[in-house]
Nanobody, 128 residues
Framework: QVQLVESGGGLVQAGGSLRLSCAAS????????MGWFRQVSGKPREFVAA????????RYANSVLGRFTISRDIAKSTVYLQMNSLKVEDTAIYYC?????????????????????WGQGTQVTVSS
């Protein structure tokens, strides 16, 4: 069973930056994409960003476009989320996820139901 372990969350002031990391326990497990989602208590989990693991094409939610950057290190089996110009409304638990379908050149999915593996989540709090 693949495990995903997130790190890098914390407390930051509005306008600041944080970088989240997510490492997969098995470096060679086949995956179509990896992504980040976030959830505020009482609200549905929402898509943030995703990257096609083999081809590198990327999808972002409109709310983070231009502020967040997703990247991956294939050798380390790790995906990153660089978050800049953070806003109070970015406060949430951030979850890493892996879409375990076969590799393909198509864009990564923003639908959480396509992601089979999930991390435990890391809290990001942005203060005003």
């Amino acid at each position: 069973q693949v495990q995903l372990v997130e790190s890098g969350g914390g407390l930051v002031q509005a306008g600041g930056s944080l970088r989240l990391s997510c490492a997969a326990s098995e470096r060679t497990f086949s995956r179509f994409a990896m992504g980040w989602f976030r959830q505020v208590s009482g609200k549905p989990r929402e898509f943030v960003a995703a990257i096609n693991w083999s081809y590198g094409n990327i999808r972002y939610a409109n709310s983070v476009l231009g502020r967040f950057t997703i990247s991956r290190d294939i050798a380390k089996s790790t995906v990153y989320l660089q978050m800049n110009s953070l806003k109070v409304e970015d406060t949430a638990i951030y979850y890493c996820a892996a879409d375990g379908r076969d590799p393909s050149p198509r864009p990564p999915s923003g639908n959480l139901n396509d992601y089979r593996y999930w991390g435990q989540g890391t809290q990001v709090t942005v203060s005003s």
